[in-house]
């Protein structure tokens, strides 16, 4: 089953975003690493769901993507394109996980993510 990991609010001006969120809820947010700035929502004694801040990519420039974990992203794309959804990027390494993005048959932005 594929597990809601996280949620990522896309800008096309994410400082903007930033200043927003940390002020109007309180939301720690993290320096930013590949145009992509972490957010802790919640404490060590009351956890939220943790996300981040980026810069759209130029084919969703704005908006809210949540990421899900699955066990492996290759056959989750084949499996989402079967059912009519689109590839918005290829599967893209980093130091502990794979990540990718789709958009469902509504247009709504998924992230993929397979930890390594």
């Known amino acids: 089953m594929g597990k809601v990991m996280g949620f990522e609010l896309n800008s096309e001006h994410p400082e903007r975003l930033i ?4 002020t109007v ?3 720690q947010v993290g320096d930013s690493r590949w145009g992509y700035s972490p957010v802790q929502t919640g404490s060590e004694e009351n956890r ?3 996300g981040g801040i980026a810069k ?4 969703f420039p ?3 993507r949540i990421q899900v974990q699955v066990d492996s992203i290759d056959s989750t794309l084949e499996e ?4 009519g959804a689109q590839n918005i990027s290829e599967k893209m390494e980093f130091e502990e996980f794979y990540l990718a993005y789709f958009t469902d048959p ?3 932005g998924i992230g993929l993510i397979e930890k390594k």
């Open 19 to 22: 200043t927003f969120y940390s």
């Open 25 to 27: 809820f309180g939301w």
């Open 48 to 50: 939220g769901i943790d």
């Open 56 to 59: 759209g990519p130029e084919e």
């Open 62 to 64: 704005h908006g809210t």
């Open 80 to 83: 989402a394109k079967r059912h």
């Open 106 to 108: 509504e247009g709504l």
